[in-house]
């Protein structure tokens, strides 16, 4: 069975953090390009972060660069993707989701096409 879970999320001030992680589970995940997504109720779901199977490429959107940090821990069985997010601002407030998709997506790819594979989401709320 096929399980993204996301963690992490909640509510924090301006110019705060939060770690966001997804625990990926069920298939080959280890070997699958990952990364994070947003969206806010009514708005399309916007790329934030993608991240190589090696971790070796790693591309974010530019309103989140240089705040935000994706990584990963390719364990035997469940690969977990994190999201370590600093100096959050209001317009950061949104459910974040965590997904993947095989070979031959790269992480590059994943700035411009929806993957295959979604968890269920998390939300992450910034006060002003």
């Known amino acids: 069975q096929v399980q993204l879970v996301e963690s992490g999320g909640g509510l924090v001030q301006a110019g705060g953090s939060l770690r966001l992680s997804c625990a990926a589970s069920g298939r080959a995940f280890s070997s699958y390009a990952m990364g994070w997504f947003r969206q806010v109720p009514g708005k399309e779901r916007e790329f934030v972060a993608a991240?190589?199977?090696?971790?070796?490429?790693?591309?974010?959107a530019d309103s989140v660069k240089g705040r935000f940090t994706i990584s990963r821990d390719n364990a035997k069985n469940t690969v977990t993707v994190y999201l370590q997010m600093n100096s959050l601002k209001p317009e950061d407030t949104a459910v974040y989701y965590c997904?993947?998709?095989?070979?031959?997506?790269?992480?590059?790819?994943?700035?411009?096409?929806?993957?295959?594979?979604w968890g269920q989401g998390t939300q992450v709320t910034v006060s002003s």
């Open positions: 997904a993947g998709d095989p070979p031959p997506t790269t992480a590059q790819l994943m700035r411009v096409m929806s993957p295959q594979f």
């Open positions: 991240i190589s199977r090696s971790g070796g490429s790693i591309y974010y």
